[in-house]
């Protein structure tokens, strides 16, 4: 009788000490890393006063950096083994690409309008984190939810010919979803580290402008943004 009372009083306690696992509750957390944009069919349609409408070619464009990522949020506990997590993280830093050009036929004549550049910023995420608990101290996890990011073009500065043009850009922010895998381990009392690997893809946003300098020559495009993140950090689980 002694053993079975002894067998089960240790099954309990096992379980309990599974139960609460250390992310049980509010983080916070900041990371960086490493952070890719790809925007693609960034091809521009231009329109003349005349009505006259020009196709302008460009190549992808593929940028990035060093991203800060700061998240917060609560972890559920929905059985000894597993968490369900509520987070929100904001990317804080701009994200600029090179200079490019776009190369055309204009009035049957080839020509380039040089200096656009991208900028993705204000990167905005709501995620569902469902983790499952190695140990007390361990815990890897999904994450899948809505994601948000402002696409900024800034438009040509020069035609081929020498003409100059006045500084202009075009924005929107778009939104789409983001999924990745993480993991996260305790170092001391509440304090942690965690690793991440995330994917974001967005609907088309609409860039338009009409270029300064150039008589109302409008232009239009919708390119396709992707990004990933690889996120290295550390957080506190108050």
């Known amino acids: 009788m002694k053993k079975l009372l002894l067998v089960v009083t240790t099954t309990l306690i096992a379980s309990s000490a599974m139960a609460q696992s250390a992310f049980e509750g509010f983080y916070g957390q900041i990371a960086t890393g490493y952070e890719n944009n790809q925007v693609s069919n960034l091809n521009i349609t231009g329109v003349t006063p005349s009505n006259r409408n020009d196709t302008w070619n460009a190549s992808n464009q593929s940028f990035g950096g060093a991203p800060l990522v700061v998240g917060l949020g609560y972890n559920f506990s929905v059985s000894p083994q597993w968490l369900l997590g509520l987070g929100v993280d904001y990317s804080a830093i701009s994200q600029k690409s090179s200079s490019y050009n776009v190369t055309g036929a204009p009035r049957g004549n080839s020509g380039t309008l040089n200096g656009l550049s991208l900028e993705a910023s204000n990167r905005f995420n709501i995620v569902l984190t469902p983790g499952y608990v190695l140990d007390k101290d361990k815990l890897v996890y999904f994450k899948a939810g809505y994601s948000s990011v402002s696409l900024k073009q800034n438009m040509p500065t020069s035609y081929s010919d020498g003409t100059g043009f006045g500084s202009v ?35 088309k946003p609409t860039l338009s402008a009409t270029i300064p300098g150039s008589d109302g020559y409008n232009t239009s495009s919708q390119p396709s943004v992707n990004s990933y993140q690889l996120l290295v950090g550390v957080g506190y689980k108050f």
């Open 169 to 203: 850009s075009s924005s929107s922010t778009v939104g789409g979803y983001v999924v990745g895998l993480g993991y996260k381990q305790m170092i001391t009392s509440g304090l942690y580290g965690f690793g991440e690997a995330n994917y974001m893809s967005y609907s």
